[in-house]
């Protein structure tokens, strides 16, 4: 090997303990057994190998259960890299045995790193903004879910109490007027009880513009059903408590999302991609957690051959040429970013975490 290391550790990360594998140049193993997943311990074992020389450590999880182990890494002054849990699978076949447990794995992940050293990825060092985009973005993506099924349910409800009035407001379920007529009239008997003067004022001092026309939209639902559906009592109960739910929801999506560009206003990129047309803070916020800074990628070809989108070329002989679209094409989300399946592809450029410190 070239690389400059002369310790490998290959750690197979767990929630309590991991399970630690450390070999030198020429595979002979300087280390193997349970490591707690605590800082003492961590640094312990660290200073220890890296007696022997520049220490890489490579864990096959780089965040959540893996994160204590890569912070104290690099605070210990050691590069850290990581094995993609695909490409681990593909190169535990190679070994003898079928076994799946916590040493095989990790020594797979040291053996590799010793001699595949291609297939690491690199854990971004510097990259403490993009952690704390990470959590965020998750908690918005939880707060997405919880506010789609919170409306999902009020629409439900209304669906079977008075689907009239649901047409009028389903589709408008979550704007302000509506969750606030919601929240202070309740069901359909509630809103029939409030009269047009209190809706009209509860419509437009949250929608000058529309507060009029869903007024009259709700009160012409009204109109069309005559007949008390059993459960109406109990959704008129029930419907102020969703409304209020899915207005703390969202209002806690424009606290995050204001955090989020707060992050991404120091960040370099940021100014870049929402300058592009249909690429707001969130969809910003995403790509930027699958590209990091971008300095992987060579080209712009190469972020798009990295994306899946660009062609490939196939040819065999004389029977079969040309470029055809990626066989494995990754999927795109519904706001058009990199999906984070994204990175079990190859990095370019990913040889340069290689090189020991000098």
């Known amino acids: 090997m070239t690389s400059g290391y002369q310790v490998f550790l290959g750690l197979d990360v767990g929630k309590g303990e991991h399970h630690a594998v450390g070999l030198d140049p020429a595979g002979k193993r300087l280390h193997d057994g349970p490591l707690p997943n605590s800082e003492p311990k961590l640094r312990a074992l660290f200073d220890k190998l890296a007696a022997h020389g520049p220490l890489l450590v490579v864990v096959d999880q780089p965040a959540t259960i893996g994160a204590l182990p890569v912070a104290v890494a690099r605070a210990a002054g050691h590069r850290v890299a990581y094995l993609p849990g695909l490409a681990m699978r593909r190169i535990a076949d190679l070994y003898p045995g079928r076994a799946k447990t916590d040493a095989r794995d990790a020594f797979v992940i040291a053996d590799a790193a010793r001699s595949l050293p291609h297939t690491l990825r690199p854990v971004d060092v510097g990259d403490d903004a993009l952690a704390e985009l990470d959590v965020l973005v998750g908690f918005d993506d939880d707060l997405a879910g919880e506010a789609t099924r919170i409306a999902n349910r009020i629409r439900g409800l209304l669906t079977g109490v008075h689907p009239a009035l649901e047409r009028a407001i389903g589709p408008k379920i979550s704007h302000p007027a509506v969750l606030e007529i ?23 001092a949250h929608a000058p513009r529309m507060g009029d026309k869903l007024v009259a939209a709700i ?139 000098t």
């Open 219 to 357: 009160l012409a639902a009204l109109e069309e059903q005559t007949v008390v559906v059993p459960g109406t009592t109990a959704a008129n109960t029930v419907l102020p408590r969703l409304a209020d739910s899915l207005k703390t929801v969202l209002l806690q999506r424009k606290q995050v999302a204001a955090e989020v560009e707060g992050i991404l206003d120091a960040h370099p990129l940021a100014g870049v991609l929402t300058s592009m047309p249909g690429i707001g803070v969130r969809t910003a916020a995403r790509i930027l957690l699958e590209i990091g800074d971008a300095t992987g990628f060579k080209t712009s070809g190469h972020l798009a051959a990295y994306a899946g989108i660009a062609p490939v070329t196939r040819s065999s002989g004389s029977s079969i040429k040309g470029e055809h679209p990626a066989p494995h094409r990754q999927p795109q989300t519904q706001t058009g970013v990199l999906p984070r399946s994204v990175r079990r592809l190859v990095r370019p450029n990913q040889q340069s975490l290689l090189p020991a410190k």
């Open 182 to 204: 919601l929240s202070r009239c309740g069901g359909p008997t509630g809103i029939r009880a409030a009269g047009r003067r209190k809706l009209t004022t509860i419509a437009t």
